[in-house]
């Protein structure tokens, strides 16, 4: 039976490489709310000869995150494995200029999502499932403000999360990428010599055997 696993932030950069990478041994459930990049996802993991289903959602959105673990558990039963690569990458600012809005959708995305997500696919994931974030260690670093505080907290809730499940799983992994060139990185380092950095799909390769 194929296994299962849940990308969410699947439509570009990291979360599309390793959604890519899993198939056709997962059948990839795609959640982003680019419709465009989960139709070009579909496409690649088809030509590998694997499946996808294509969720065009929003993780913020707690009401169809509940829909969607909801039909996750009336269709497959469970989930062997949730990638989470989803983020809201806020522009760079001084921490005395911090932008409302962007402030919010940072917490929303980032940090917020996570207090309905975790507890959704828990249920799904058991105790022999897998679930895998990626640390960003750039909280306090100067102008980091919105991205870094965020995600340092998402993070600081995984640990959490690793630290109770050690013994009765699910299984709770999380790993630190290299550099890659993604559209991330360019809002954060606009004109940076993008030779040196690692591709997602290379990425996703050095990451896949800590994940699966």
Known sequence: MTKL?????????????LAEALAPEYHVLAVARTVGGLEDL?????EKGGEATLAPMDITNRDAMAHLCRSVHDRWGKLDLWVHTAIHAAPLTPAAHLDAKDWQKSVST???AMGHMIPFVAALLGESGTAVFFDDPRGGERFFGHYGTTKAGQIALARS???ETERTGPRVRI???QPMA?????RFFPGEDR???????DEAARLLPQIV
Do not use: M, Q, V
């Not at 579909?42 to 088809?46: A, E, L, S």
């Not at 993604?182 to 360019?186: H, I, K, L, V």
């Open 175 to 177: 790993l630190t990428p």
């Open 161 to 163: 999360w690793a630290a």
């Open 42 to 46: 579909d496409d690649r993991i088809k």
């Open 5 to 17: 696993a849940l990308i969410t932030g699947a439509s570009r950069g990291l979360g599309f490489a």
């Open 195 to 201: 030779a040196p950095l690692a591709t997602p799909r």
């Open 110 to 112: 980032n940090l917020d």
């Open 182 to 186: 993604t559209a991330t990185r360019a």
